[in-house]
């Protein structure tokens, strides 16, 4: 049983990854998205670094955590529209009409979530490294791949969540709308000592903020536990809960 | 035709651009949340941190910093809405009905531009508005409100004027909404968000020849600093021939569909 | 009195060397209701787009309401009324909101325009849904007012194109009936359609058309009368009235061959001949089991021209003529 969940969670994973290269249109935006995030983030608010505060870094190196992370988003949200049009078009009764057993329908997606992050998590770091910004070290790099990527196993069990829940790609547009917002609702564009009023609260209470900085942190003092941890337990906490919502939209499969 | 009746005709239809448009939220949702969320967002980030940033001008917060930016955001994704309606009604088949009817032919482009005039000022209103709860003011007073409203509305006959030339060209709703990400795009790469003179490199020569920079900073200067002849007319110059433009090119691409019906 | 609708020569090409309308003269006296019929691709649409200003003619002339629709497209828009193929509405307007449009577009004071718009959604029976976004109404609600939007300025003229394609049989017998009604009232009806039976019953005269040209003319009867006569076809029951019943049709005209059980025979006179038929199958002591007088439709006749059929399983995709 395990074994058969296995090989066909890697074949529906498989199927997903060859589905962007023979849809282009739909998918390379999600493969530019991250890349377009750093260079324009970096490139209006580069001043940013300039001040006491900062002392002169490189705000550059301070949003490739932004882009990489997104970068993750995007490819759990990709996860979350292939399966609402999957699921409309009727692909998915056939998948429920096999002998698989039903959790390879999120499995599959989500591993090939989590290897699609690790394509653009290298797209960013390249770009970073043509504007000077170099990978930091080997433990803060896989720090910065691990994180994208949980991020990613993350958005891809919310994206599937909403697509079982509605089973329709009107849905699409809130999928992204809560990945846009939990990101930019965290500490997208500086420092949280920095931030005022609201957004502090909400920076605070968000466990993305954690999943962020325990990236951002490899950047600048360099890898270690006080940051790391939280970002860990942040998306383990995430994994978990948007997981079992994912799996409940599954067991409503097929009975409504 | 008459011209009584032709501007009857234009009243007629930018009332109908416009109830269409409040009344699909997907109409107009985007073009007041993202602006007003990334406004907010940026004001909690960088109000603490903006004073200390070489080269920032000097004004009393952020927000009042920010507002123009959000304003011509919103009318850029209006812009994008009006022109995929447009591209729906070609698709529907009620753009034939117009063409059809006796309606006069510029009533029929400048019916949908008026809409787009008249949620571009509205939206300005309310985003104004908005921040001036929040604690902005409008260091141009009474005129440089007045003259920010006027700046949106050419702006917005601009872009809804793009809008409806992508959507003769291509009769589909679906490929107007599809250059929505690159005008998003285009915003970044401009001072809508942070002023040019912090930028440096390739980025802000981008920043530089790129004519929204000096729309928005149009805008912002007559809230932050008041009303300034040189980059009130920059902008206004900008403004008048982004819309002459596409209003040129809309008018053309509308002549040969009809020629080829 | 001028013609209604006049073309001379239409001729449409497109890019692609694709010619839709190969040459098309037509007339359409004042108050007549006529009826283009023919397969898809024919060239149907194509007509009245260009008759209705919305498309340009490659060459030759074409005059709605007298005035040339090139030349004159203006007062060509004031005297038609139009109602396409896709019902061009706009689903987020309520149906009296875009009736009090349609009338603001055409100039009718505010006023009149309302009133004009409540007749004519009492007309079409959409008062009760007039509230309601356009978006909600079923496909035969759309129609109608479509039909209605097209009515506002009282046209000299009414286009429409496959009016009742995709519309359930009620929808479209209630359609038909406000045709009939409009006709009464003097609007001249350029119609379009694919269904035989839609021509049959609402053209004064149908122009059959394939390929973008014009290949038969005429009232339903005299086309259908050119192709042939109507056939008599009588059931019995046993062989012995067969004979009986063979001798007795004999001399209403040439036997035609059918299935066991059954005779058949051509009657010129059609209807008109069969109480003879039964008084003779009475006097031969036949009692026939059924009596059928199956009439030559107008796919007879599409068949005798083009050598397809228009409906049914023969019909075939027909051939769009190509400049070389």
Known sequence: MIARAITVSGGLAVRNLLLVRRMPSVFLPALIMPVFILVATAGAFGGIGAIPQLEDSSYLAFTVPLATVMGGGFAGINAGMTLARDIQGGFVDRLVASPAPRVVLILGPLIAACARSLVTTTAVLAAASLGGVFPPGIVGTTVIYVMAALFAAATACWAMGVALQTRSVQSIPLMQIVVFLSVFLSVAYVPRELQTGWLRVAADLNPVTRILEASRATEFEGASWSTLGPGLAASTLLIVGLGLFALAGLRGLGRR | MSNRLAVRQTGALARRSVLDTLRLPQAWFPSIFFPLTLMAIFTGSFTETFSRVPGFPDVPSFLDFAVAGAIVQGILIGGTSAGAAFATDIEGGFFDRLVASPVSRAAILLGRLGGSVALGVGQAVLFIGIAVLFGARVEGGVAGFVLVLVLAAVFAVAVGGLG?????????????????????????????????????????????????????????????????????????????????????????????????? | ???????????????????????????????????????????????????????????????????????????????????????????????????????????????????????????????????????????????????????????????????????????????????????????????????????????????????????????????????????????????????????????????????????????????????????????????????????????????????????GEDAEAPVTVTES
């Open chain 2, 164 to 261: 409806v030339y992508l959507a003769l060209r291509t009769g589909s709703s679906e490929a107007v909404q599809g250059t929505f990400p690159l005008f998003f795009a285009l915003m970044f790469f401009s001072s809508a968000f942070f002023p040019r003179e912090t930028m440096d490199g390739w980025f802000r020569t981008i920043a530089d020849l790129n004519p929204i920079s000096y729309l928005v900073e149009g805008m912002r200067d007559l809230i932050i600093v008041g009303v300034e002849p040189r980059p009130t007319l920059i902008s206004f110059g900008v403004a008048l021939a982004l819309a002459g433009a596409a209003v040129g090119a809309s008018a053309l691409a509308f002549r040969r569909r009809l020629g080829d019906g």
């Open chain 3, 1 to 311: 009195m001028e013609a209604a609708v006049k073309t001379e020569g239409l001729i449409r090409r497109f890019r692609g060397g694709v010619v839709a309308v190969a040459g098309v003269d037509l007339e359409v006296p004042e108050g007549e209701v006529y009826g283009f019929l023919g397969p898809n691709g024919a060239g149907k649409s194509t007509m009245v787009r260009m008759l209705t200003t919305l498309l340009r003619p490659s060459e030759g002339v074409a005059l709605v309401a007298g005035h040339d629709v090139v030349r004159d497209a203006g007062a060509v828009r004031r005297s038609i009324g139009v109602a396409l193929q896709d019902a061009s509405i706009d689903p987020f307007m309520t149906g009296r909101e875009l009736l009090r449009l349609q009338a603001t577009l055409h100039g009718i004071p505010r006023r009149d325009g309302h009133a004009r718009a409540e007749a004519l959604l009492d007309r079409v029976g959409l008062v009760d849904a007039a509230d309601r976004r356009v978006g909600t109404y079923s496909g035969g609600m759309r129609r109608r007012l479509d039909l209605a939007m097209a009515l506002v300025h009282r046209p000299v003229v009414l286009f429409l194109d496959e009016p009742t394609t995709g519309l359930d049989p009620v929808s479209r017998l209630t359609l038909w009936d406000e045709v009939r009604r409009l006709n009464d009232e003097g609007t001249t009806v350029f119609l379009t359609t694919q269904y035989l039976e839609e021509a049959d019953q609402l053209a004064d005269r149908v122009g059959i058309i394939d390929g973008g040209r014009i290949v038969a003319e005429g009232t339903p009867k005299t086309l259908k009368a050119e192709v042939g006569d109507p056939t008599l076809t009588i059931t019995v029951a046993s062989s012995e009235d067969r004979q009986a019943a063979f001798d007795a049709l004999s001399g209403f005209g040439p036997s035609v061959p059918t299935r066991e059980g059954c005779i058949a025979v051509r009657l010129p006179e059609g209807a008109a001949a069969v109480a003879d038929v039964v008084r003779a199958l009475d006097v031969a002591s036949v009692e026939p089991q059924e009596i059928d007088l199956s009439m030559p439709t107008l796919d007879d006749v599409f068949v005798a021209k083009t050598g397809r059929r228009l409906e």
